[in-house]
């Protein structure tokens, strides 16, 4: 009996891979390609920045992206407040000839925490001049239903400040939005350190995942990308499986009745 492909639906975009990786940090845009590859991602974020025509290595990085055959996700990161957020949308999705947008607007640059009352009114803004926004929030329930109401159909929630790796710092926040949200297109962004926290969000029930520093900064990127593929994969078929509750005492899983030295009390 063929099964109805499971997919990520970003907007107007399904995706067969539920992991989305970043194009910064790598040794190298031949580490970064093959990285890539074996994530088997089909979209990756990338941002604009100035290029020294002296520089080659910013067209080499750029070359590369081309080579993957991705659907691109530029970001506004790097930005401090909304109208600099639209700018550099504006002129991202000139550049890169897509309406999809990573809003990140950062709040505080200790931690990286992005700002809500800006980001929230970035997101109206470019909502309504046609951007599909996928705004990068913290696990907050009601700057997630605000963005929602302003017509952002995916959310993306941090696990952890960027570059941390520590993982999902907040499970119950995370579940409750999970949970409160159960049709709108989840993906935990930044945090993410080891495939296991991948693993675990997946099982919690989210969309996707997007990541960068933990595939980039790894001593074997290549290897570390399979890796997260297969978490975010292993994953996502638990949560659709079904996971069994847990319990306060033991169960035996093999029954005792009928064993030849079993007792009744």
Not at 97 to 102: G, P, R, S
């Amino acid at each position: 009996m063929e099964t109805k492909q499971d997919l990520l639906k970003l907007y107007d975009c399904e995706l067969s891979s539920r992991l989305l990786v970043g194009t910064a940090l790598y040794p190298s845009p031949e580490i970064m390609n093959k990285a890539i590859s074996a994530s088997a991602s089909e979209m990756v974020t990338l941002s604009l920045r100035r290029q020294d025509p002296g520089n080659q290595q910013g067209q080499s990085i750029w070359q590369h992206i081309q080579q993957s055959n991705c659907a691109l996700l530029p970001n506004t990161a790097g930005c401090h407040s909304a109208q600099e957020a639209i700018t550099l949308a504006q002129m991202s999705r000139e550049m890169f000839n897509t309406d999809f947008i990573k809003l990140e607007v950062i709040g505080d640059d200790y931690n990286l925490q992005p700002d809500p009352f800006e980001t929230l009114k970035a997101a109206e803004i470019l909502i309504k001049m046609g951007f599909k926004v996928l705004p990068y929030c913290t696990d907050d329930l009601v700057l997630c239903q605000r963005l929602l109401e302003v017509g952002c159909e995916v959310l993306m929630p941090w696990g952890s400040p960027i570059g941390t790796g520590k993982g999902l710092m907040n499970p119950y926040n995370l579940q409750a939005i999970r949970t409160r949200f159960p049709s709108t297109s989840l993906i935990i962004d930044a945090g993410i350190g080891k495939p296991s926290q991948a693993m675990a969000a997946m099982e919690m029930g989210f969309d996707g995942i997007l990541l960068n520093t933990a595939i980039a900064k790894a001593h074997d990127p290549i290897i570390m990308a399979q890796a997260f593929s297969h978490a975010v994969r292993g994953g996502r078929q638990a949560y659709l499986a079904g996971l069994m509750e847990s319990r306060q005492t033991a169960s035996p899983s093999t029954p005792v009745l009928g064993t030849p030295f079993w007792q009744q009390v």
